[in-house]
């Protein structure tokens, strides 16, 4: 039961919860017209405290597609709310006005404090380099919608995986499903942390680090791409000897199974070369996409509407 | 008759038409959902000329809990209305696009001045340090709701009552109720304008100044705190002597009436402890409710819908 | 058939199909609450990179009056959409949220980029210096309704017209209307450049300049006043010499005919003295209102709803 509950970190839901929540997103897709009134006279308040318009107007779209109306701010430098007021108080105002919120917010934690206080539900729209669940809940979808299945998968998660937040969900999220397994490709500089690989050796999970995409390309069902940025690096030369490394193109795509499907979260800069868009494995425009759809069941879902 | 008109300053209503609109809160409050299409079709702009997320998301909910839309924009740094353009030619303009306007203006007459070139009802949601009418109306429905009366009622004013127009227009809307008394509680830096005193001796209202919020505490119905700014003093050393003698904690509540609330326009920063919220006295979240609900009936009477 | 197409330049579309834009236009004036359901459920995104309040309001209340809702960002300032992403992938990624787009951009040429990639119609909303081309459907509309012919006119267009982009766009969108004339009257630093004049003399139009409004008003038609900046000159004493003469004044109407029309953009400074305000031939806020319904119509035409 969802209703009235919040999505904090994506291990808030059980894999059950998980799969009503895909089960409904598909039922969406498929007769997207029967679900165009369902939250008429409902409000969703988008409290995004720092600006990420992507998201914001992913949550904003879904909830207009369900006949639902929107308030909120896109930047809390041109809004009062964070003036000295606290989360706690904020979030209680907002309780009078709206019937659900996304918050985004630079601070880790902070969209778990104003659940604590929230007399409505609230999703974490993402805190800092910490969670950001619903874009986990698009990978999912996206996955399990192409290819069909969630299980007897290999990942691999390509690019920096050091600061990468939606990597670590992922790898988190795909674990609690069976006999998936993970390659691992980074330059050394940007290696996933050791919590992560810690976990999965406790759940005897399959995985494997390399800093090579080429070479393991090949044997991948999936391929999460992350932007690897120039910042991370301590000097210029190490950043132009490896980023070329870590980009998709044609020539590392060749080699990659014809059932393969490429991941992003997007925005990309340059680490997927723009002549893959018109590859049938490129998917992800269509992630974008499922995310609106992931988004509008989740709020019919958290709202208890069905 | 309220249809077409504008609300710029408290005092432009009569008694009766606030009555009105309070007795269209009511009904809007006990049955929501008969109100939920009753402006469809309709349009508010919010015109935000400095930020004011908490009263914009109030007359954004408002606008879309009764079926109607919004446009406007939630300040003029990122709009270019303001580069040049009059508020005469500004609001011409809007009201080819809407059906009524609610308006916020670091200059103080700003609002006014739209009204005389509008032909769309303005509302004032603050200009300046002058009048919030709107704020006003929250906090007289919240006292007849919860007290049940507006008359005579012993009303406790605390804190900033030199800068703070939300007392100034408070105590003005009071003072047209039969036998209302003021006990008026300040540091000295901070008390309230001669002018406002000369108006209470005019209509030969009673009221009293203190310094000592505690010794008075017993004898109020109602407690309005407004916040104590570190900035208003000359010196922090002041600041500091005084501004606990102005944080309503448990202990000072404790001397109150088991009857009396307290209402706080917010956001508070720590003039009120978190440990009163949980205090059936605390009416402060309840108010800003009420403001919403206020804000819903004022739209429906301006627009002359009802 | 204006279904799926884009509006990048007012050339874009034949004289026939602006007919099209027209005949609703004038449709939804005359019955407006026949139209007010028609785009339920459709989603607009308002896409301003850089700040245009009346225009972005004019697009929003356009959508909401069809009963549609809106989706976007005011500033790529408080957006993260412009950060490092291209037009490309921000307009693809749009497509999923949204059934149609108004782009304004700093930069000339964007909308026409985003329209290569776009899978849903792309409404130019100002690029630059570039084109504005629904303000030229707004002026065409208010000429078309208020003098009841786009033929046999003489178009007075004054002030600054090295760069007004709308006059430029209005003279070339005026030249495809059959034995239109043009006077030219600005001060001979802000002359019309030297391509537009070209035009006309390639296709035999009709043309005078001056540097004098007294003189020349009394045979105009159509008066189009446009903004005379202070920064375009080179030195202030010109333009205090200069800038009074294209001031629109009582006096200098006086010479006018009693069915000539002013026409502007908006927003004016000080260039039409607010004396004028109250005359008949007065029409710039009518073209405002004029400005909303041409882009209801637009909307409607290019998601093929009727």
Redesign the interface.
């Known amino acids: 039961m969802l209703k009235g509950r919040h999505l904090i970190d994506i291990m808030d839901f059980s894999i059950e919860e998980l799969d009503e929540i895909f089960k409904l997103s598909n039922q969406i897709i498929s007769k997207e017209?029967q679900f165009?009134h369902l939250c008429e006279?409902k409000?969703l308040?988008t409290l995004f405290y720092e600006?990420?318009?992507?998201t914001r107007?992913?949550f904003?779209?879904a909830m207009?597609?369900l006949?639902g109306?929107?308030?909120?701010?896109?930047?809390a430098?041109?809004?009062?709310?964070s003036?000295?007021?606290s989360i706690?108080?904020?979030i209680?105002?907002?309780g009078?006005?709206?019937d659900i919120a996304a918050m985004r917010h630079p601070k880790e934690g902070a969209p778990k404090i104003a659940s604590m206080y929230s007399n409505i539900p609230v999703i974490n729209a993402g805190d800092g380099g910490h969670q950001h669940p619903t874009q986990t809940l698009a990978d999912l979808l996206t996955i399990k919608s192409i290819k069909g299945t969630m299980s007897n998968l290999r990942i691999g998660c390509c690019g920096d995986l050091k600061f990468g937040r939606t990597v670590h969900s992922l790898i988190k999220a795909m674990s609690r499903y069976e006999n998936n397994s993970f390659t691992l490709i980074s330059p050394k500089e940007l290696k996933i942390p050791d919590y992560v690989k810690k976990e999965l050796d406790n759940k005897k999970i399959e995985y494997s680090e390399t800093s090579n995409l080429e070479s393991t390309i090949g044997s991948l069902d999936i391929l999460y791409m992350t932007r690897v940025q120039k910042e991370r690096f301590f000097n210029e030369e190490d950043y132009i000897r490896l980023k070329d490394s870590y980009i998709l193109d044609k020539e590392k795509i060749s080699r990659a199974k014809d059932d393969m499907i490429v991941l992003h979260p997007?925005?990309?800069?340059n680490e997927i070369s723009?002549e893959i868009d018109s590859d049938p494995r490129a998917c992800y425009?269509k992630q974008?996409?499922y995310?609106?759809y992931v988004r509008m069941a989740l709020i019919v879902k958290l709202l208890g509407i069905q």
């Not at 430098?77 to 709310?81: E, L, N």
């Open positions: 017209e165009s006279g409000l308040a600006p990420s318009t992507r107007l992913s904003e779209s207009m597609r006949g109306k929107v308030i909120g701010f896109s930047d430098g041109s809004s009062s709310v003036k000295g007021e706690a108080d904020t209680r105002v907002i009078c006005y709206a997007l925005p990309r800069v723009y425009f974008a996409k995310g609106m």
